[in-house]
């Protein structure tokens, strides 16, 4: 049963536009999301958080907006440049005493110049 | 800042022959500790993590163990591979929990 899902594996976006990249959760008890985005032959390298207690957090291009409710939660990045082509995955953690992430199988985005 | 090593980068296997993949921190203290592996076409699995020296806990039942001998030094071992141990396997990092882990470039595993 897969926990977090990005249903989305690819997306293209022209360059100066907008990227939204979206992720459904089904487990209740998460509380504490995460985008990563990653490079091929390279690790994950952590973009953005937010805590359930929020339902945006911005840093510079990029914007996460949860939706409680929803068990939703999107990554915008604005204006889209050429260097975020990368694989973006979605993870989440449950409780403050959680160790593991679980993460979403990655949508590819591409920005085309 | 802190730094995350692991290595190697790429190893090839034959079936049944032991594994060492080694990771190590930098820039911290009392890190906790992380090896994650992707199969093709899923997402990452925690595999182990480790609070604190000599502590592993172990998410997946498998052919692999781990173990910490120092403060920033994580090591995955398999005594023999199985063809399903093919794979990318990653380290990470976090100051504590509910933070964000941080990730070596990983080890591509391919078993023959």
């Known amino acids: 049963d897969q926990q977090v899902k990005q249903n989305s594996p690819s997306l293209s976006v022209q360059e100066g536009r907008i990227s939204i990249l979206n992720c459904d959760y089904t487990n209740s008890m998460f509380d504490y999301f995460l985008w990563y985005k990653k490079y091929p032959a390279e690790g994950p390298t952590f973009l953005i958080s937010?805590?359930?207690?929020?339902d945006k957090n911005e840093d510079g291009r990029f914007t996460v907006f949860l939706n409680k409710s929803a068990k939703h939660l999107s990554l915008h990045i604005v204006p889209s440049q050429p260097g975020d082509s990368a694989v973006y995955f979605c993870a989440a953690s449950e409780g403050a005493g959680s160790y593991q992430l679980t993460f979403g199988k990655g949508t590819k985005l591409s920005v085309i110049p | 800042s802190q730094t995350i090593h692991q290595w190697p980068a790429t190893l090839v296997q034959p079936v049944g022959s032991p594994l060492s993949l080694e990771c190590t921190v930098e820039g911290t203290s009392n890190p906790n500790l992380y090896w994650y592996r992707q199969a093709a076409g899923r997402g990452l699995q925690l595999l182990f993590y480790s609070v604190g020296i000599g502590q592993i806990s172990s998410e997946v039942p498998q052919n692999l163990s781990a173990s910490r001998p120092q403060d920033r030094q994580f090591i995955l071992s398999s005594k023999k591979l199985l063809l399903s141990d093919s794979g990318f396997y990653l380290c990470a990092w976090s100051p504590q929990t509910h933070q964000p882990q941080h990730f070596g470039d990983g080890t591509r595993l391919s078993i023959l």
């Open positions: 937010i805590s359930s207690i929020k």
